[in-house]
T-cell receptor, first 115, second 113 residues
Framework: DAGVTQSPTHLIKTRGQHVTLRCSPI?????VSWYQQVLGQGPQFIFQ???????GRGNFPDRFSARQFPNYSSELNVNALLLGDSALYLC??????????????FGPGTRLTVL | RKEVEQDPGPFNVPEGATVAFNCTYS??????FFWYRQDCRKEPKLLMS???SGNEDGRFTAQLNRASQYISLLIRDSKLSDSATYLC??????????????FGKGTKLTVNP
């Protein structure tokens, strides 16, 4: 079975641009969550979507937005890119919500570089 | 105070050693607890869920102390393949806020031959 897939794998943008990152969950998983990981730090939670509704949001500015589609795939959008947005963006899928001891299965990530 | 704090590391140990990682969390309403492992330039993968009764999986033992808001991971008989960064992960239910998953900074382990 296919795992979580993310596209693109690498991306280079300039300050002020917009970026869209995509994630396809494991078949049957209804929850998708997004994380930002900078070098030397643990992943930082951005959003969780479950059954196409936003169920959680981390401490990120409104420049970050996301959505989940009827097929449970998801997009993360970042507007007005800043140098500090350079990071590895991870997507994870699971059967359900965080509080139910649901294992998060991570994709390989998209490495975003903002110049 | 950070929501999830781990031993800063790094840990360098010889093969066969026993190593312990510690983690504290600040939100007493947290309901689920995990240890994830992340190899260099790879995505995190679940190592163990941590339950109130404690749990063991081969050479790995995890414990949870809700009163002290403390989680631990013990690795016995370390192997070279255990070299990785270990992430303490806690779900958080901030008052009036939405559920989120909080990762510690990670503790890097290197097992030497």
């Amino acid at each position: 079975d296919a795992g979580v897939t993310q596209s693109p794998t690498h991306l280079i943008k300039t300050r002020g641009q917009h970026v869209t990152l995509r994630c396809s969950p494991i078949s049957g998983h209804k929850s998708v969550s997004w994380y930002q990981q900078v070098l030397g730090q643990g992943p930082q939670f951005i959003f969780q979507y479950y059954e196409k509704e936003e169920r959680g949001r981390g401490n990120f500015p409104d420049r970050f937005s996301a959505r989940q589609f009827p097929n449970y795939s998801s997009e993360l959008n970042v507007n007005a890119l800043l140098l500090g947005d350079s990071a590895l963006y991870l997507c994870a899928s699971s059967w359900g919500l965080f509080s139910s001891y649901n294992e998060q299965f991570f994709g390989p990530g998209t490495r975003l570089t903002v110049l | 105070r950070k929501e999830v704090e781990q031993d800063p590391g790094p840990f360098n140990v010889p093969e066969g050693a026993t190593v312990a990682f510690n983690c504290t969390y600040s939100n007493s309403a947290s309901q689920s607890f995990f240890w994830y492992r992340q190899d260099c330039r790879k995505e995190p993968k679940l190592l163990m869920s941590v339950y109130s009764s404690g749990n063991e999986d081969g050479r790995f033992t995890a414990q949870l102390n809700r009163a002290s808001q403390y989680i631990s991971l013990l690795i016995r008989d370390s192997k070279l393949s255990d070299s990785a960064t270990y992430l303490c992960v806690v779900n958080s239910l901030p008052q009036g806020g939405s559920e989120k998953l909080v990762f510690g900074k990670g503790t890097k382990l290197t097992v030497n031959p």
